[in-house]
């Protein structure tokens, strides 16, 4: 029996395997030399490249943020270094990642499902380890061989109730865990099959016991706030819906954590941090220093990256906005807050449009809007005590969920752009 390989299904693998790669490699990248992560960037770059020799560009109001935005990214950025081809592929990375989501993908929607069905199996792999180390406790120690310079952090975490998976952060894990936790949901929601319930389900499970509390609330949330605009051609109802569901999921998490007291170590880490009466736990302080650092340069800021340069800190602030003001000024900080924004509000007023009128549309573009809408709500959120913006397994996803806003806002016909 000879295999086949379509052209089309040829090229649909080619266009996912590097946002596959940058997006949920995460710590296993630094297994990998950098000349084959370098490598994904450069074909990246070039599959850009020919969407606007080939393809040409469709005029959206997007475009007008591309200039801006990179503008802002390269100014005094000391992480651009050209001798590198770390410094070099997230540079790639990074603009292109802005570049085809202004552009709406690769103006093909086939690309777009082929992709987020992709990361069904890959997210599934860091839940699915998430469940096996809390079940086994000797998979620490694959995962401490794994990462060795990491192994002394990865042995605190697990041991104070944090599971880092195949990561060598549980806040890494948790960005994860996150987004395939919304990708299912999403299916779940849309697609309405039995095993996309029980994945979901089994997501979440995973996102409870990480102990991550952003992530966990803020990814439900999001996913919450999809339910409400999913219900849009419900209008009488979709409140009561809500609430009902609001009410039911609750009674599930009781009941599921009284069995498995771990699912409710959120819980637990919200009531640890309220007794020592800092629940920023110790943010606040950092963004105290950030803001000394705005008032000389409010303008245009310090240029991005150059808070950690110049501060001499090695985390970032925990605070995209602050950074953001921090950074690039309060030009820069319109400019990106400005982009956040107005994806946002039209994703959300796209998604319910195709709601209201759903002969017009098919389950799989529902699931796309949906999750769309729900990584674009989640990365806004998380980047209140988070660095999304500075984190590739958060910022990949966000700008592939712009992308799919964009090709339907721009394509509102229903019809599947091939």
């Known amino acids: 029996m000879q295999l086949k390989v379509k052209k089309h299904e040829l090229r649909l693998l080619l266009q996912c395997i590097p946002i596959l790669t940058f997006a949920t490699l995460a710590s296993l990248g630094s297994l990998l030399p950098s000349v084959v992560q370098f490598s994904a960037a450069v074909i990246l770059a070039g599959q850009v490249v020919f969407i ?21 990214y390269v100014r005094n950025n000391p992480n651009i270094k050209f001798y590198s081809l770390t410094y070099i592929q997230v540079l790639l990375l990074f603009v292109c990642c802005i570049l085809f989501s202004a552009l709406g993908g690769f103006n093909d929607r086939c690309w777009m499902i082929k992709m ?20 086994d406790s000797s998979a620490i120690n694959f995962v401490c061989s794994l990462f060795p310079d990491a192994a002394s952090t990865i042995l605190n975490q697990y041991h104070n109730a944090g599971i880092p998976g195949l990561t060598k952060h549980y806040s890494t894990n948790g960005m994860l865990l996150a987004v395939g936790t919304m990708i299912f949901g999403s299916y779940a929601l849309t697609e309405k099959r039995r095993s996309d319930y029980l994945l979901f389900l089994i997501s979440v499970a995973a996102l409870l016991l990480s ?25 009488k109802s979709r409140l009561v819906k809500c609430i009902g569901v609001l009410l039911g999921a609750l009674t599930v998490f009781a009941v599921a954590s009284y069995c498995v007291p771990a699912l409710a170590t959120v819980v637990f880490r919200f009531i640890d941090t309220a007794e020592t009466g800092d629940m920023s736990v110790g943010r606040v302080d950092v963004w105290l220093k950030a803001f000394s650092m705005f008032g000389k340069h409010s303008l245009v800021g310090i240029g991005w990256g150059q808070y950690v340069n110049q501060g001499g800190w090695f985390w970032n602030i925990h605070n995209i906005y602050i950074q953001l003001l921090v950074e690039t000024g309060i030009i820069g900080f319109i400019i990106y807050c400005g982009w956040f924004l107005f994806h946002l509000v039209r994703t959300w007023s796209t998604y319910s449009k195709m709601r209201v009128n759903p002969q017009d549309y098919m389950n799989k573009d529902y699931c796309l809007m949906n999750f769309s809408l729900a990584m674009q709500i989640f990365f806004l959120l998380y980047g209140f005590t988070g660095n999304p913006l500075y984190d590739r397994e958060m910022f990949v996803p966000y700008f592939i969920a712009c992308a799919i806003s964009v090709n339907y806002a721009n394509n509102d016909d229903g019809s599947e752009l091939e």
């Open 52 to 72: 606007f020799g080939t393809k040409g560009i469709k005029k959206n109001i997007g475009l007008l943020w591309i200039p801006l935005m990179i503008f802002f």
């Open 116 to 135: 987020v069905s992709s990361w069904r199996y890959l997210y599934f792999i860091y839940i699915a380890f998430t469940i096996y180390m809390f079940l």
């Open 211 to 235: 102990g991550k509390r952003a992530h966990t609330v803020f990814g439900l949330t999001a996913l919450y706030l999809c339910y409400f605009a999913y219900n849009s051609n419900a209008k």
